[in-house]
């Protein structure tokens, strides 16, 4: 298949590329390269991907709808999987432009490229920030998710809603998926991990919100990814048993789907932390703080409709995880130095 990836630079989008170039899909990567984050870090992904020839990049804002209507007019796609987004919750307190253009503007223009340009399937990044003030536990796909606590959780939900409506309109076939606390090489300097590994390492203090009493859902991104490409094998279809008088938030009579992709085992903030000191062999000196704005307690995955409809489910260990990680950032740093 020929596959437009947003977000080719990123995290998750450079996870996703390789499993999709490896199985022999010919892929066009998109990315703005912007400075959210180091670039290099985005140009030393982009560097995995250029021996396939089978993967091509070009660097498109996909806020800029003039641009991304030529390439989707240019290159015919069978399918888009877009990761592209303004991420991070607490830089949405202080910028929420960037999200509004991205991850809203951004958003509807790649929507607008799959309805004109007969793409068959479009899979998109939600997020389990949706869940939002949610407290019932695990969160599932067909709990309501009306209470955001953020501007990056509230777009996120919203992507879900525009893209139901382009399900139901024009028939282009959508899934959702709300990802979980991804981890694993190639991360994000802003995200946890890398934040912790780095102070750790250079004998800083972290930075330990709610005093440590948090669990998160840590979802390896080998599973992320894995989970994304199949779910894009999976094209979205409508629910036959779809009751309008009791609608369920996850399906709908339109081609439209929500998958929640989670290792389905909270973790406490305080054993990441200590799965990090020991991958190290160095402790983590602490500084205990209250929680942030717009976090939540605690993040638990239902996966049961992604295992029933799409066969698969997250399994990495969280230790085995954090080692790799570990082996990763060990190598990044010492050829970065």
């Not at 942030?292 to 605690?298: E, H, K, L, T």
């Amino acid at each position: 298949m020929k596959i437009l990836l947003t977000g080719a630079a990123g995290f998750i989008g450079l996870h996703v590329c390789r499993r999709l170039l490896e199985r022999g899909d010919e892929v066009v990567g998109i990315d703005n390269l912007n400075d959210y984050y180091d670039p290099r870090l985005k140009q030393a992904r982009l560097e995995c991907l250029k021996p396939y020839a089978n993967f091509r990049f070009v660097r498109i804002d996909i806020a800029d709808s003039t641009a991304l209507a030529s390439l989707f007019a240019a290159e015919k796609f069978n399918r888009v999987i877009h990761l592209a987004a303004q991420a991070g919750v607490r830089y949405s307190l202080t910028n929420p432009q960037a999200y509004i253009q991205s991850n809203l503007v951004g958003f509807g223009n790649v929507l607008e490229g799959c309805r004109h340009y007969g793409v068959e399937h479009l899979v998109y990044a939600s997020s389990s920030s949706v869940y939002g003030a949610n407290t019932r536990m695990p969160f599932s796909v067909h709990d309501e998710v009306n209470h955001p606590v953020s501007l990056y959780a509230a777009t996120k939900k919203s992507n879900e809603l525009m893209a139901h409506s382009y399900s139901h309109l024009f028939g282009l076939p959508t899934t959702g998926l709300r990802y979980f606390t991804v981890y694993g090489p190639w991360g994000r300097p802003d995200m946890s991990l890398w934040l912790f590994t780095s102070a750790i390492l250079e004998g800083r203090p972290i930075d330990v919100f709610n005093h440590g009493k948090m669990k998160r859902d840590f979802t390896y991104v080998d599973d992320i990814a894995e989970g994304t490409i199949r779910a894009m094998d999976r094209v979205a279809a409508p629910n036959p048993d779809f009751d309008s008088d009791q609608p369920d938030p996850g399906s709908s009579r339109a081609p439209y789907r929500v998958y929640n992709i989670g290792n389905h085992q909270p973790v406490e903030l305080m054993t990441f932390i200590e799965a990090i000191e020991k991958a190290f062999g160095q402790e983590a000196k602490k500084n205990f703080l209250p929680m942030q704005a717009g976090d939540v307690p605690a993040t638990y995955a239902d996966v049961d409709d992604l295992r029933r409809d799409v066969g698969f489910e997250p399994k990495t260990p969280l230790a085995e995880g954090i080692a790799r990680w570990a082996e990763w950032f060990r190598e990044y740093t010492r050829n970065a130095a």
